[in-house]
C-alpha cells in the first residue's frame, strides 16, 4: 500500500511518499512561499530537485506535487492512482474529534466551527483537504489530529480555573499539541523495551523549535505542557512558554500594545530568542554562551529548569515512573539540554550516564541512563509521519 503523507501550513505543504509493505519514504519534499510566488524541494533518495515556479494555493501545489511524484526523471510512480490514501497532519481536532478519522464533509465541517481556536493551522490544512478531494477523488483521505492524544486527559487537568463559562461557551480549555510525536515515541519505546506499553509509565520531552512535555499512564496521555494553544508550558525557540498572564495586561496597559501585537511578541520575540537575544537555535545559543555570554547562558539554564520542573511535576502526576524519552529536534541532539535537565533528579531514580549523553549516536534509538537507575532515559526519534502513515493505513483497512 502506498501512502501519502502531507502536512499543509499557511504558506507551505510538506509531503512524503510512503510505501508501507517496505516501511520506505518513496520520495518526500516541501512546497514553500504558497501564495507568495513559490519554490518545491522534492527528493527522491539522494537526488534533489529544487524549482522556483508559481504556487497561488494549496491545489496548485499539491497538483504539481503530484507531477513530480508521477514524473520520468524525478518520479516514484507511474500514475497518480498508485497512491492508495491520503494522511494529513491536522493541528487541531476540537473536543469531538477524539481520534484519527477519515475525512468526511462532517468532519471537514466540524473543522470550519473549530477556525476560531485554530486560527493558523486550521485554514491550511482544510485548504490541503480540499486540494485532495478535488485532484484525487475517490482517494481515501484521513486526517490525523495532534490534540487526539490528549483525549483522555481529565477535566480537572484541563480545565483553566477562570469562570466556567469560558469553557462551556468559548471552549477554551487545555488541548494539548505534538500529540503525534508523543504518541510515537511512547509506542517505540515499549516496543524497544519489549512491554506491553500499559504496564509503562512514561514522560515524553519533544524539544524542538516548539516544546512540549507529556505524561503517559499504560499508554494514555494524561496530562501535557502545551495546552489551549501550543504557546503554554515549556520555554520555546521563539515563544514564551508558560507566563503570569498579568505580565501580558500589565505590558499591554504600559506600554499600549494591542492584542495582536502581544500576540506577536510571546509567539515569535520570546522564548529562547528574547532571552539570549542571540537566536532561536540553541545550537548557536550555546556557541555565545560557551563564548561567555551570560544572556545566552541563561536562555539554555531557563529552558532545562522549564524541562525539570514538568518532568518533577508529572512523575507526581504518575506517581511513578519507568522512563524518560527525549525526541526532536533539541531532544534529539543536545547532548547540554539533556544533561542539565536531569541533573539533580537522582531522588526520583532519574540517572544520567553522562558518557554515553555526551557519545550519543545521531539519530538512533539509544538508552543513555546509568545502568543501575531505577528510571530508563531514551533518545528516540520521532517520525510523525510514519505514525501518520500508520494511522491512515489502519483506518483504511477497517
Ligand atoms: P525541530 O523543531 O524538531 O526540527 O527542532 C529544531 C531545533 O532543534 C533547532 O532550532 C535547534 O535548536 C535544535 N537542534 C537541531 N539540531 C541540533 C544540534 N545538532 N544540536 C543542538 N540543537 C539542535
Redesign the pocket.
Known sequence: MKILVLNAGSSSLKYQLFDMDTKDVLAKGLCERIGDGGTVTHKKGSEKYYEETNLTDHTVALSRVLELLCSKEYGVIASVEEIDAVGHRVAHGGEQLKKSSKITEAVIKYLETIVPINPLHGPPAIAGMKACIGLMPGVPQVAVFDTSFYSDIEDFRYIYPVPYEFYEEDRVRRYGFHGTSHRFVSTELAKTLGKDIKELKVITCHL???SSVTAVDGGVAIDTSMGFTPQEGIVM?TRSGSIDPTVVTYLMKTKGYIAQEMENILNKKSGLLGISGVS????NIWEEAHAGNKRAELAMKMLANSIKKHIGAYTAELNGLDALVFT???GE??YEVRELACDGLSYLGIELDKEKNKNFKRGEKQKISKDGSKVEIWIIPTDEEYMIALDTEKIVNE
Open positions: 524542538g523549535n516548539g525557540g532561536n537555535d540553541c545550537r526532536a529536534g533539541i541532539n543536545d
